[in-house]
Nanobody, 121 residues
Framework: HVQLVESGGGLAQPGGSLRLSCVAS?????MGWFRQAPGQEREFVAG???????MYADYVKGRFAASRDYAKSTVYLQMNNLKPEDTGIYYC??????????????????WGQGTQVTVAS
């Protein structure tokens, strides 16, 4: 069992930046970032695998960057040039597959509690 704790959410202006962190209780392989807006389904944002390969959803490509610090058992999501449509609860998740980054919710078996990101002027 892996416990995940996110932090770093908050209020940002359009065009601003935030960095989310996700601390894991154990060694992890593939990690994903998802978000969920009110009334919407949870959607894939970004993922990073065991060898630091990354994958991004088209709507955040070029603006968001996933990274990890193995020594701290932490993964990060740097979010730049934020837009109001980026608003939502952001979750980190532990992937079932160590190497392959998948965009489906079912490919992840442990989830954090989420951190709220609000982009508004």
């Amino acid at each position: 069992h892996v416990q995940l704790v996110e932090s770093g959410g908050g209020l940002a202006q359009p065009g601003g930046s935030l960095r989310l962190s996700c601390v894991a209780s154990a060694r992890t392989g593939t990690m994903g970032w998802f978000r969920q807006a009110p009334g919407q389904e949870r959607e894939f944002v970004a993922g990073i695998n065991w060898s630091d390969g990354t994958m991004y959803a088209d709507y955040v490509k070029g603006r968001f960057a996933a990274s990890r610090d193995y020594a701290k058992s932490t993964v990060y999501l740097q979010m730049n040039n934020l837009k109001p449509e980026d608003t939502g609860i952001y979750y980190c998740a532990h992937g079932r597959n160590m190497w392959e980054i998948e965009a489906s919710v079912g490919a992840y078996n442990y989830w954090g509690q989420g951190t709220q990101v609000t982009v508004a002027s």
